[in-house]
């Protein structure tokens, strides 16, 4: 998420699909919409979920406090109300009467507690536990310095009231809480299932729209079934979905054409020849996909000089527009375009933080920076792997971005191919030397980009480290909090060096061209967060 956007992953996809992937016709009202994600699931834990395909799939199956609506705006789910004390530090949140889980079991305050100690202890492990920060104790808890989990600053005063109480204000907290590591979790059916909670179907219990049916933790095409117990049952409209996972861009293509499949991402080759097809579409996406530069692995990689000659050796412009057409733009940030409005200027974030000339093409410039930092290093010499998914997309960027960077004299790079969940271990293991990542946003806020880069935060796998753009983001979250253009400027200084000094490379602002069939109606995707919603969905 890491909210990681998954390019397309080249594996072999045969035509030969189940039935009611063929057909989709039922004796409903309404189709069955038959999807596509470009990666498998890889875990329905809301607590270990870091994938944009499983947020996607924890999204259609469960709901949190609020869900995201068509504009991407937070909308009471399980809440039917909330107040906030004038100092922004604590929230009441009243829950809907009668909520069930898909079994049929009460679904109360209690639920959000334990989901949300969960999440925290260390022992689960979530790497999205860090969005917790400034909730009471929550760094505390998840530091282990504070072991009683039942000091979280989260309790149920009621089945149906739920008390949050903040170490200082969060200005994102609201834009937070569609999240899957903010949902709530049934104390009784996580500890029965032990460690195979969110790994099948059978070991997930739902909150939300629909309910996962037939998923082996494994299997590429799994379907969904229209959740009987879901408070806003009526506003679902399909009572049968199946998600196929299709990796290769002309399988999908082939696939839509032949009227199997209702929508498939479009490769850049593809998009030319479809852009005036009525069923093409642009789905926004506030993504950037960058470079992280291992300075555990690679030590010469804590050398600012080194780190800004890998930037200024990428012709950004080639890249989006020979080898990504129609789904990227040359990114001079690492925080994306379609974010965020600075409340300094009124421009799109991203814009406002750019600063010129720190991420451009200047082979010549790169040559002199890399001889520099060398020198500095006392060496003449630097090979490096470059870690990528076996992917269509992957492989091409991967190419093109071995060619760019062999251009400096005195710099070797290899490429190491491996599968999409294999890539997202070895990153979170930091068991690489370079790696292309994405970052999709998880809410309207430039904190889900810049606070992932704070000294030791989990998301950090690069282990860049600055003083000053650390204490500037502990800033934006404390002393400027409820302060929106100081919060903002913080945030944008703290950009600005990280452009300067390279803490990540960026390389492009992503959206996903792609077909939908214009039957499907209803269809919500989002920029920031799950970028498929599927509960006002239908098929005609």
Same mark, same amino acid.
């Not at 063929?22 to 994938?51: C, F, L, R």
């Not at 049968?240 to 990796?247: E, F, G, Q, R």
């Not at 600063?355 to 010499?381: I, R």
């Given at each position: 998420?890491?909210?990681?956007?998954?390019?397309?992953? %080249?594996?072999?996809?045969?035509?030969?699909?189940?039935?009611?992937?063929?057909?989709?016709?039922?004796?409903?009202?309404?189709? $069955?919409?038959?999807?596509?994600?470009?990666?498998?699931?890889?875990?329905?834990?809301?607590?270990?979920?870091?994938?944009?395909?499983?947020?996607?799939?924890?999204?259609?199956?469960?709901?949190?406090?609020?869900?995201?609506?068509?504009?991407?705006?937070?909308?009471?789910?399980?809440?039917?109300?909330?107040?906030?004390?004038?100092?922004?530090?604590?929230?009441?949140?009243? /829950?809907?009467?009668?909520?069930?889980?898909?079994?049929?079991?009460?679904?109360?305050?209690? *639920?959000?507690?334990?989901?949300?100690?969960? $999440?925290?202890?260390?022992? $689960?492990?979530?790497?999205?536990?860090?969005?917790?920060?400034?909730?009471?104790? %929550?760094?505390?808890?998840?530091?282990?310095?504070?072991? +009683?989990?039942?000091?979280?600053?989260?309790?149920?005063?009621?089945?149906?009231?739920?008390?949050?109480?903040?170490?200082?204000?969060?200005?994102?907290?609201?834009? =937070?809480? &569609?999240?899957?590591?903010? #949902?709530?979790?049934?104390?009784?059916?996580?500890?029965?299932?032990?460690?195979?909670?969110?790994?099948?179907?059978?070991?997930?219990?739902?909150?939300?729209?629909?309910?996962?049916? +037939?998923?082996?933790?494994?299997?590429?095409?799994?379907?969904?079934?229209?959740?009987?117990?879901?408070?806003?049952?009526?506003?679902?409209?399909?009572?049968?979905?199946?998600?196929?996972?299709? %990796? +290769?861009?002309?399988?999908?293509?082939?696939?839509?054409?032949?009227?199997?499949?209702? #929508?498939?991402?479009?490769? &850049?080759?593809?998009?030319?020849?479809?852009?005036?097809?009525?069923?093409?579409?642009?789905?926004?996406?506030?993504?950037?996909?960058?470079?992280?530069?291992?300075?555990?692995?690679?030590?010469?990689?804590?050398?600012?000089?080194? !780190?800004?000659?890998?930037?200024?050796?990428?012709?950004?412009?080639?890249?989006?527009?020979?080898? /990504?057409?129609?789904?990227?733009?040359?990114?001079?940030?690492?925080?994306?375009?379609?974010?965020?409005?600075?409340?300094?200027?009124?421009?799109?974030?991203?814009?406002?933080?750019?600063?010129?000339?720190?991420?451009?093409?200047?082979?010549?410039?790169?040559?002199?920076?890399?001889?520099?930092?060398?020198?500095?290093?006392?060496?003449?010499? /630097?090979?490096?792997?470059?870690?990528?998914?076996?992917?269509?997309?992957?492989?091409?960027?991967?190419?093109?971005?071995?060619?760019?960077?062999?251009?400096?004299?005195? /710099?070797?790079?290899?490429?190491?191919?491996?599968?999409?969940?294999?890539?997202?271990?070895?990153?979170?293991?930091?068991?690489?030397? =370079?790696?292309?990542?994405?970052?999709?946003? +998880?809410?309207? *806020?430039?904190?889900?980009?810049?606070?992932?880069?704070?000294?030791?935060?989990?998301?950090?796998?690069?282990?860049?480290?600055?003083?000053?753009?650390?204490?500037?983001?502990?800033?934006?979250?404390?002393?400027?909090?409820?302060?929106?253009?100081?919060? #903002?400027?913080?945030?944008?200084?703290?950009?600005?060096?990280?452009?300067?000094?390279?803490?990540?490379?960026?390389?492009?602002? !992503?959206?996903?061209?792609?077909?939908?069939?214009?039957?499907?109606?209803?269809?919500?995707?989002?920029?920031?967060?799950?970028?498929?919603? #599927?509960?006002?969905?239908?098929?005609?």
């Amino acid at each position: 998420m890491k909210i990681i956007k998954p390019a397309l992953i %080249a594996t072999g996809v045969s035509l030969a699909l189940p039935l009611a992937f063929q057909t989709g016709v039922h004796a409903d009202k309404y189709k $069955t919409i038959n999807w596509t994600e470009t990666a498998p699931i890889s875990t329905m834990d809301p607590s270990k979920v870091t994938a944009a395909n499983d947020f996607d799939a924890l999204t259609a199956t469960n709901d949190g406090l609020f869900r995201a609506d068509k504009h991407n705006n937070p909308q009471l789910a399980l809440a039917e109300s909330y107040t906030k004390s004038k100092d922004g530090k604590k929230y009441i949140f009243k /829950l809907r009467p009668n909520l069930k889980w898909s079994n049929g079991t009460p679904l109360t305050a209690h *639920d959000f507690v334990y989901g949300w100690q969960r $999440t925290n202890d260390p022992k $689960t492990g979530s790497q999205y536990a860090y969005l917790y920060s400034g909730i009471k104790n %929550a760094d505390a808890i998840q530091s282990g310095k504070e072991k +009683d989990l039942s000091k979280l600053g989260v309790k149920a005063l009621d089945d149906r009231t739920l008390e949050v109480d903040l170490e200082r204000p969060l200005p994102q907290l609201i834009q =937070m809480l &569609p999240m899957a590591p903010f #949902f709530p979790q049934n104390e009784a059916f996580v500890k029965k299932a032990g460690s195979n909670f969110g790994t099948q179907s059978k070991y997930i219990l739902s909150s939300g729209p629909y309910v996962q049916q +037939d998923w082996n933790g494994s299997n590429d095409t799994v379907s969904y079934k229209k959740n009987q117990n879901y408070y806003d049952k009526r506003a679902v409209k399909t009572n049968h979905l199946v998600i196929k996972t299709i %990796a +290769d861009a002309n399988t999908g293509y082939n696939l839509y054409k032949s009227n199997t499949i209702d #929508f498939t991402n479009l490769s &850049p080759q593809q998009v030319t020849a479809s852009r005036h097809n009525k069923a093409y579409t642009t789905v926004p996406s506030a993504t950037t996909s960058y470079m992280e530069l291992n300075e555990k692995t690679v030590p010469e990689f804590k050398n600012t000089n080194i !780190r800004r000659a890998i930037s200024y050796a990428i012709d950004r412009n080639v890249l989006t527009d020979k080898l /990504l057409t129609g789904s990227a733009t040359p990114a001079t940030t690492f925080s994306s375009t379609h974010l965020v409005k600075d409340p300094n200027n009124g421009e799109d974030f991203s814009k406002s933080a750019t600063v010129k000339g720190a991420v451009d093409y200047d082979l010549p410039k790169a040559q002199k920076l890399f001889d520099e930092g060398m020198k500095q290093e006392g060496k003449k010499n /630097l090979k490096v792997q470059l870690l990528i998914d076996d992917s269509d997309a992957g492989k091409r960027s991967a190419q093109f971005l071995q060619d760019q960077l062999q251009r400096i004299k005195g /710099l070797d790079v290899s490429i190491k191919t491996v599968p999409y969940k294999q890539r997202l271990s070895l990153t979170q293991e930091k068991n690489f030397q =370079m790696v292309i990542s994405l970052w999709g946003a +998880d809410y309207a *806020d430039p904190s889900t980009f810049l606070d992932l880069y704070k000294s030791g935060a989990p998301f950090n796998s690069g282990s860049w480290n600055n003083e000053k753009y650390t204490k500037l983001i502990d800033k934006a979250n404390n002393q400027d909090v409820n302060n929106p253009k100081k919060r #903002f400027a913080d945030y944008k200084q703290a950009e600005q060096i990280m452009s300067k000094e390279m803490g990540v490379v960026p390389l492009y602002y !992503r959206s996903q061209a792609a077909f939908m069939r214009p039957s499907v109606k209803g269809m919500v995707t989002h920029p920031a967060g799950a970028i498929y919603d #599927f509960k006002w969905a239908y098929k005609e």
